[in-house]
């Protein structure tokens, strides 16, 4: 029988908990058994699941991302049962808009490179240390299929992924020896509120991504978060790229004049 990592001794720092995959994630490892610290803007859906998972098992922080030195703070009050972090799910993120590059607001541009990038780097950069001291762990990001394919109007998205792709491959190489395993997760169409905040909100819109078609959905992602983290310490997973068996890549797009 292969011997899988016990996961009651996972304590999962997860941002991004409120919702879609940080939040299938927390109850994924809880469900198994672990500890998380479970990370967001939105205070009440934190109460929620504290309340759903229980205080023993989940720690709640609010927290946003972007402001590095809260994330300092945040880290050096981490109560002690929660204290000896082993996992980093750097999740939290978000696409703003789906305009052409000319046209997309340089605000929505900027928040997102403000989130996806500089909140992830500052979050596994403030974590890390932690780790290699008490003797390994596992950082998992969130990219994307878009930080591989690109498509229109993901120009900042997309790119911004691409960095997480990067920077996880790269902190792998400087993490050898240290026992730490680092995990690219890059999924493609999985409904969650991701669309409803790419349209400020417009649900209509945000349904009309996933009508007619089969998603893959927050837990789906979370089964394949868990299971990279659990296979033994031996085993370093890279990246897994999941699309939803509905969406495939698309042909080269090529302009011809009217
Ligand atoms: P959701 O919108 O459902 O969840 C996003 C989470 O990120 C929320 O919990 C939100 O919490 C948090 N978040 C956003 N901004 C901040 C911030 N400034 N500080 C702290 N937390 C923040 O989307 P998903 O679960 O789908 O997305 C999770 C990650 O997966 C993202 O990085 C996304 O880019 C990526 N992804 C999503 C795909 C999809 O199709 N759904 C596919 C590929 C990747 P709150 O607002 O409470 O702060
Ligand atoms: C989210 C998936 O394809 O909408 O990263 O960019 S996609």
Request: hydrophobic fraction near 45%; include cysteine; charged fraction near 20%.
């Amino acid at each position: 029988m292969y011997q899988l990592l016990d996961a009651s001794r996972f304590i999962v720092f997860i941002t991004g908990a409120t919702s879609g995959f940080g939040q299938a994630a927390a109850r994924r490892y809880v469900a198994a058994g672990a500890k998380v610290i479970a990370t967001g803007r939105r205070m009440d859906r934190l109460i929620d699941l504290q309340i759903e998972l229980g205080a023993e098992k989940c720690h709640i922080i609010e927290l946003d991302v972007r402001d590095r030195a809260a994330i300092e703070a945040a880290i050096a009050d981490i109560p002690g049962p929660f204290k000896n972090i082993n996992i980093v799910l750097a999740n939290a993120g978000l696409a703003l808009g789906l305009g052409p590059a000319h046209e997309a607001s340089l605000d929505d541009w900027q928040t997102m490179i403000d989130t996806n990038i500089s909140g992830l780097v500052y979050t596994v950069r403030l974590l890390l240390p932690g780790l290699v001291e008490r003797g390994g762990g596992h950082v998992v990001t969130l990219g994307s299929v878009a930080g591989e394919f690109t498509y229109p109007g993901a120009s900042v998205y997309a790119a911004s992924k691409a960095f997480v792709k990067h920077f996880a491959l790269a902190i792998r190489s400087d993490l050898q020896g240290k026992n730490v395993r680092v995990t690219d997760i890059e999924p493609g169409l999985t409904e969650t509120e991701f669309s409803v905040v790419r349209f400020a909100g417009d649900q209509n819109k945000a349904d009309n991504v996933y009508k007619g078609t089969k998603p893959m959905t927050a837990e789906d992602i979370a089964e394949s978060i868990f299971w990279a983290t659990s296979l033994p310490e031996h085993v370093n997973v890279n990246k897994i790229q999941l699309m939803a068996t509905t969406q495939a890549i698309g042909a080269f797009d090529i302009y011809r004049e009217k």
